[in-house]
């Protein structure tokens, strides 16, 4: 699928049965000199040819490093309610949530 895709997929935290990311955490982009990072995340997830690692700890690993690249973070977020009370009292410096 990502093969034929005519956009990048990201991801923090979905790996392979190695624990390897399957794909890029996040990206930065340039949109008329504003740069924007874009993390990939999700909830929790049952599939028998990946582990997805817990969505707050992989975010804790990448945002600090995408914030310090982006002028504007926008988290990609397949959530869980959970999850998401637990994105905002994280007080990570993100910009913007799409679910």
Known sequence: MQIR????FVSANIQD???SR?????IIVDKE?????IIGLASDFNHSAVYVQN??????E???E???????????FDSEEVDVTQLHASGYPIDLVIR
């Open 17 to 19: 049965s190695n624990g």
């Open 33 to 37: 000199g504003v740069s924007v990072g």
């Open 55 to 60: 969505p707050m700890e992989a975010l804790a």
């Open 22 to 26: 399957i794909f890029d955490p996040y």
């Open 66 to 76: 995408v914030d310090a690249q982006a002028d504007v973070v926008i988290l990609l």
């Open 5 to 8: 895709a005519t956009f990048p």
């Open 62 to 64: 990448v945002v600090n």
